[in-house]
């Protein structure tokens, strides 16, 4: 299996910038690729951004492409998503998942970004 935890998140104003991370443990020679989503109040969960394990491209939900940006560190099973122009609209838990060949789809625990007007 697959451990995924997620931090860096947090009370920013409008305008600002957080850069979540994500670490991978356990059977991580396995991940081909990790994506992350979020989950407003009372709302369903939402892509925002997805790397593979490769040189592939990411890719991006299209309403966050330009203020949001995924990449990696596939020495360290890392994956980090850099969001600037934050907006209160973005405020959300982020979650961060990984799919491993199988396959199968690994969730983190979530970690809480606040904006404020």
């Known amino acids: 299996q697959v451990q995924l935890v997620e931090s860096g998140g947090g009370l920013v104003q409008a305008g600002g910038s957080l850069r979540l991370s994500c670490v991978a443990s356990g059977r991580t020679f396995n991940i081909y690729t990790m994506a992350w989503f979020r989950q407003a109040p009372e709302q369903e969960r939402e892509f925002v951004a997805r790397?593979?394990?490769?040189?592939?491209?990411?890719t991006y939900s299209d309403s966050l492409k330009g203020r949001f940006a995924i990449s990696r560190d596939v020495g360290k099973d890392t994956v980090y998503l850099q969001m600037n122009s934050l907006k209160p609209e973005d405020t959300a838990i982020y979650y961060c998942a990984a799919t491993e060949y199988g396959p199968n789809t690994y969730w983190g625990q979530g970690t809480q970004v606040t904006v404020s007007p």
């Open positions: 790397i593979r394990w490769d040189d592939s491209p990411p």
